[in-house]
């Protein structure tokens, strides 16, 4: 049932009520149109395009991603640009409308105008038969809606992250402000990036809803909660003022989880940890009378970085996460596969193998002691302020390094959030939760110092994974962007002392790029080792494959397998990353086919239970992904394969793990 917002003292009425029942004030009809998923409600006549259709001869349809209540958006390739463009079209009951047609193209005009870094970019607008499109740029990452739903209960993001959207989104609407007023600012318009960048939707569609056939002064087309008083009595005659009052509405929702509705409580009364300045901004942008609030983004946006200025100065005395008034939510941390973590290089073959692990005692020495070190030790048996001090003295180099590479602008970021949560919860005492989210911030931090030693390696972000229907907490990590090839695991039988495997050592040309295979689960550990990593877990692999922002646990892309997008069937391997389709969320290739990979989980892990080494010889391992012999697989299938097996469907890939504790970080750094 919808709700009416009073436009006088914002009291949040029921539907069908003609007055306030609070002021007696004439209320706006609001008609709201619902937006069905895409692939649920409005029937397949609202679809007007076909996976591989080609779209006025330029646009190859990849897939169907969204369906809002006024039209579909496609995910298509450019093939004149030549990369992955957004469609957008309007629903077939609006292109009989000659006006609202004729809106859709002018106010796409207008979008066309704006180029910002904060800003969707739109590149073509046209007609393909009776249908009217406009295509922009394909946005990777999440909505604030999504950003905001995903964070557990009880619990908000940091208000200095609030902040750093709230900045982006008020410089968008700095520059857009000399062209047009967006009109409908609300989380779902406000995308975050996987560089954490904020990018603002629907410029076009906003000013749509002006249309004198849609929209009267006592009718109202939009999000009403979002939507200044003067907007609500009448959405034609609005400024900038009117997108400052959602900019404060949907910063009083991230810190609060909720809208403000009727007399809005002061954000302080509810989440103490919001310093009181902020709280003033906040209450300035919601005024009801535009004249009381900021004339201008410009000048919201100066508010803004006064206040973000005296927090990292402490002046205020704050520098949290804030956290909703009531019990801190606490999360337990398991090891994935227990004991394994800690697993080097073991004396299985003979000398050759011992002599190698010989010469990495001090590497596998310092894992063990960073895995005995992770968030499963006892609350109280870590030096928190010692984290903190040393976090620190860190700072200034990760903001170096991570200005200094383009993949990792994002990471600190993350790492300055994380910093700031685990201090404040453990200000609360929500000791162990502040102890498990300090060892994150460390990873984050220590992450874009790594850059030299992890090329050809995706960064995999903290996060879960649900393996056989359990979820699993899986620490941040590197992960090879493609399973090894034949012709590195050849250098590395060369370069060992002594040599390995002589008939691997040499490659013929046309094969370097093939994954190496017909490896037993030791020799590719030799392989990891050599290289400093190791390889992954069963929950690492798994996570990487389709945990995170994953469209689903089977397949990279949405929907059932198809044909010819990943090497299943395929009757031999192909040169690593040849299925453009078969790359993860996380940016690996080849996990739904090419070839299986293994990992270092065991199949029963109580073989592993006691530390005898001898234990382990001959036991099944977890194998993960489908391979070119066989039929596609799902990615959350798993298989299992005997410790020596010599197999020409299995390969691997390895993964680097961050130090999550101050001797771990510091051996580290001095190795690189």
């Known amino acids: 049932m919808a709700k009416i917002k009073c436009p006088r003292c914002f009291y949040?009425?029921?539907?069908?009520?003609?007055?306030?029942?609070?002021?007696?004030?004439?209320?706006?009809?609001?008609?709201?149109?619902?937006?069905?998923?895409?692939?649920?409600?409005?029937?397949?006549?609202?679809?007007?395009?076909?996976?591989?259709?080609?779209?006025?001869n330029r646009y190859s349809v990849l897939n169907l991603i969204g369906r809002g209540g006024m039209g579909c958006i496609y995910k298509v390739h450019d093939n004149t640009l030549g990369e992955t463009v957004a469609l957008k079209t309007l629903l077939p009951q609006f292109l009989k409308d000659r006006l609202v047609v004729e809106r859709f193209f002018n106010e796409a005009k207008i979008a066309r105008k704006l180029a910002h870094p904060n800003v969707v970019r739109v590149h073509d607008i046209g007609t393909a038969g009776k249908v009217v499109y406009i295509s922009m740029e394909y946005l990777q990452g999440k909505s604030l809606r999504a950003l905001l739903e995903a964070q557990p209960t009880g619990r908000r993001l940091p208000v200095k992250q609030a902040l750093r959207i709230i900045d982006e989104l008020c410089a968008s609407l700095e520059y857009a402000h000399q062209y047009t007023i967006h009109r409908d600012i609300k989380p779902e318009n406000v995308?975050?990036?996987?560089?954490?960048?904020?990018?603002?939707?629907?410029?076009?569609?906003?000013?749509l809803m002006a249309n004198t056939r849609m929209t009267g002064a006592s009718v109202v087309m939009g999000t009403p909660f979002y939507m200044s008083p003067e907007q609500l009595r009448n959405s034609r005659d609005v400024d900038a003022r009117a997108d400052v009052f959602s900019v404060g509405v949907v910063l009083y929702e991230i810190l609060t989880g909720n809208v403000p509705t009727g007399v809005p409580k002061p954000v302080k009364e509810i989440v103490a940890e919001v310093p009181d300045e902020l709280d003033k901004v906040i209450t300035k942008c919601v005024e009801?009378?535009?004249?009381?609030?900021?004339?201008?983004?410009?000048?919201?946006?100066?508010?803004?970085?006064?206040?973000?200025?005296?927090?990292?100065?402490?002046?205020?005395?704050?520098?949290?996460?804030?956290?909703?008034?009531?019990?801190?939510?606490?999360?337990?941390?398991?090891?994935?596969?227990?004991?394994?973590?800690?697993?080097?290089?073991?004396?299985?073959?003979?000398?050759?193998?011992?002599?190698?692990?010989?010469?990495?005692?001090?590497?596998?020495?310092?894992?063990?002691?960073?895995?005995?070190?992770?968030?499963?030790?006892?609350?109280?048996?870590?030096?928190?302020?010692?984290?903190?001090?040393?976090?620190?003295?860190?700072?200034?180099?990760?903001?170096?390094?991570?200005?200094?590479?383009?993949?990792?602008?994002?990471?600190?970021?993350?790492?300055?959030?994380?910093?700031?949560?685990?201090?404040e919860n453990h200000r609360a005492g929500r000791t162990e939760f502040a102890n498990a989210k300090i060892r994150e911030a460390l990873q984050y931090y220590l992450a874009p110092m790594m850059d030299k030693v992890t090329a050809g390696m995706v960064f995999v972000p903290a996060g879960k994974v649900a393996i056989d229907g359990i979820a699993v907490s899986v620490p941040p990590?590197?992960?090879?962007?493609?399973?090894?090839?034949?012709?590195?695991?050849?250098?590395?039988?060369?370069?060992?002392d002594g040599g390995w495997r002589d008939g691997l050592a040499?490659?013929?040309?046309?094969?370097?790029?093939?994954?190496?295979?017909?490896?037993?689960?030791?020799?590719?550990?030799?392989?990891?080792?050599?290289?400093?990593?190791?390889?992954?877990?069963?929950?690492?692999?798994?996570?990487?494959?389709?945990?995170?922002?994953?469209?689903?646990?089977?397949?990279p892309w949405e929907g059932d397998y198809e044909a010819g997008a990943c090497n299943c069937g395929g009757g031999a391997p192909a040169p690593v990353g040849s299925f453009g389709r078969d790359l993860t969320w996380s940016g690996c290739?080849?996990?739904?086919?090419?070839?299986?990979?293994?990992?270092?989980?065991?199949?029963?892990?109580?073989?592993?239970?006691?530390?005898?080494?001898?234990?382990?010889?001959?036991?099944?391992?977890?194998?993960?992904?489908?391979?070119?012999?066989?039929?596609?697989?799902?990615?959350?299938?798993a298989a299992s394969a005997a410790y020596g097996l010599i197999n020409p469907a299995i390969g691997f890939r390895c993964v680097l793990e961050i130090p999550a504790t101050i001797q771990g970080a510091q051996d580290l750094l001095s190795s690189l």
């Open 12 to 56: 949040v009425n029921s539907e069908g009520e003609e007055r306030c029942a609070k002021c007696g004030t004439p209320l706006p009809k609001i008609r709201i149109e619902a937006k069905p998923t895409p692939g649920a409600g409005g029937g397949d006549s609202d679809i007007l395009f076909r996976r591989g259709q080609i779209v006025a």
């Open 191 to 207: 995308m975050i990036g996987t560089d954490g960048g904020v990018k603002l939707m629907d410029f076009g569609i906003s000013k």
């Open 288 to 423: 009801p009378d535009p004249k009381d609030r900021y004339q201008n983004a410009t000048e919201l946006r100066r508010a803004i970085a006064e206040v973000r200025s005296r927090m990292e100065n402490d002046a205020l005395g704050v520098a949290a996460q804030p956290a909703v008034r009531g019990r801190g939510m606490r999360i337990p941390y398991r090891k994935v596969a227990g004991v394994l973590v800690t697993l080097g290089l073991v004396a299985v073959t003979g000398g050759t193998l011992y002599a190698l692990e010989e010469r990495r005692t001090s590497l596998i020495e310092a894992a063990a002691v960073a895995a005995t070190e992770t968030p499963d030790t006892p609350a109280g048996a870590m030096n928190f302020a010692a984290y903190v001090d040393f976090i620190e003295a860190l700072r200034n180099r990760s903001r170096s390094a991570a200005q200094n590479s383009e993949r990792f602008t994002a990471l600190y970021t993350e790492a300055e959030g994380l910093r700031d949560m685990a201090v």
């Open 477 to 496: 990590f590197f992960m090879d962007e493609t399973e090894v090839t034949m012709e590195s695991f050849a250098t590395f039988c060369r370069q060992v």
């Open 506 to 555: 040499q490659v013929p040309e046309a094969q370097r790029d093939y994954p190496i295979v017909n490896v037993p689960y030791y020799d590719a550990q030799a392989y990891a080792a050599w290289c400093r990593k190791k390889l992954p877990t069963d929950a690492q692999w798994a996570h990487a494959a389709y945990g995170g922002s994953a469209p689903s646990d089977a397949f």
């Open 589 to 637: 290739y080849d996990m739904v086919g090419n070839v299986s990979e293994w990992t270092r989980t065991p199949e029963d892990a109580s073989d592993f239970m006691g530390g005898d080494q001898d234990a382990w010889f001959g036991k099944n391992m977890i194998v993960r992904g489908g391979n070119y012999g066989t039929a596609p697989q799902p990615l959350n299938h």
